[in-house]
């Protein structure tokens, strides 16, 4: 009988999208506890920023006089701060099949950005993209031409905007490429944490969310548990990333779909009706048709 060899770089990148898909369980449990996703965000990252400028003081020199890492910064942020956020107050399902748009917002980024030419496979892609968020969008799971399928709640619109920030993210990570990988993790742990800093303070000024509540083993703990998990997922995606092929990659990247929807149905977070299920297939289709796209698209 042969022996059975583990596929280390698929098991890091299966462990990095567990990590994400099921982060919304550990994110909810800090909001019971009375700290919101936002400032459990701040907290999480502060700590990995404060480990990776230990670990290599020159990164932030680096982040500090590279104005297109600033860029990536941004974009990381953004993808963090919303996509915490919504999947704590809304339905996890619908929120990652919408941040799963990523597809549509990649082909769109990618011209304008490193000017790649539209393909008619990537307006495919698009097009499907397109047919699956409207199918999830549309309200009361009528067909209606007097109804428009957009986003219609505030867990909506996060799920949309982490979609966009997280295509941003990876096309800014193929765009500075030739950065200092730790450069590059500093640039995407300051993001969530200054981005979702600032989103927490503007909020909480005015009263839209509480301020952190006082100091307390139960929920600094699990924030500290998940700084490590967090942390030991990002060097997971990078080992899996640099030792597999670009379309392998992204293909079991898609897991965190399947994890995060099988968890939050499990656990009662999110439903999975028949409208899902088709908008989701599409959208889904869509993200796997761009991870083994031809080589003449490369």
């Known amino acids: 009988m042969p022996a059975v060899r583990l596929n280390l770089p698929v098991?890091?990148?299966?462990?990095?999208?567990?990590?994400?898909?099921?982060?919304?369980?550990?994110?909810?449990?800090?909001?019971?506890?009375?700290?919101?996703?936002?400032?459990?965000?701040?907290?999480?990252?502060?700590?990995?920023?404060?480990?990776?400028?230990?670990?290599?003081?020159?990164?932030?020199?680096?982040?500090?006089?590279?104005p297109s890492l600033w860029v990536l910064m941004l974009a990381a942020g953004a993808t963090n701060a919303t996509f915490n956020w919504g999947v704590v107050i809304g339905d996890v399902v619908r929120v990652v099949l919408l941040f799963y748009l990523m597809p549509l917002w990649s082909v769109l980024l990618a011209r304008v950005l490193l000017h790649e030419r539209i393909t008619t496979a990537a307006a495919w892609r698009v097009f499907l993209a397109l047919v699956g968020a409207a199918v999830v969008l549309w309200p009361d799971q009528t067909i209606s031409l007097q109804t428009l399928p957009?986003?219609?709640?505030?867990?909506?619109?996060?799920?949309?905007?982490?979609?966009?920030?997280?295509?941003?993210?990876?096309?800014?990570?193929?765009r500075e490429a030739h950065r200092a990988e730790e450069a590059r993790a500093l640039a995407m742990f300051g993001g969530g944490m200054v981005v979702a800093g600032v989103l927490a303070l503007m909020l909480a000024w005015q009263g839209q969310v509480p301020w952190p509540p006082a100091a307390a083993p139960s929920w600094m703990l699990l924030a500290l548990l998940m700084t490590g998990l967090f942390l030991t997922g990002n060097l997971a995606l990078q080992y899996g990333a640099a030792r597999l092929r670009a379309n392998v990659t992204a293909v079991v990247l898609v897991s965190e779909v399947v994890v995060a929807s099988g968890t939050a149905v499990a656990f009662g977070a999110g439903t999975l009706n028949a409208q899902l299920w088709v908008g989701g297939c599409l959208i889904v289709l869509a993200s796997l048709l761009a991870a083994v796209q031809s080589p003449s698209e490369h």
Do not use: C
């Not at 369980?25 to 230990?54: C, D, E, K, N």
């Not at 957009?150 to 193929?174: I, K």
């Open 150 to 174: 957009l986003p219609n709640s505030l867990p909506d619109w996060l799920g949309v905007l982490g979609g966009f920030s997280f295509a941003l993210n990876n096309v800014m990570l193929r």
């Open 11 to 66: 098991l890091a990148l299966l462990f990095n999208a567990l990590v994400w898909g099921a982060s919304w369980w550990p994110f909810r449990q800090l909001q019971a506890m009375g700290l919101h996703p936002l400032w459990a965000t701040v907290l999480i990252y502060l700590v990995a920023v404060v480990l990776i400028v230990a670990w290599r003081p020159k990164a932030l020199l680096e982040v500090l006089r590279t």
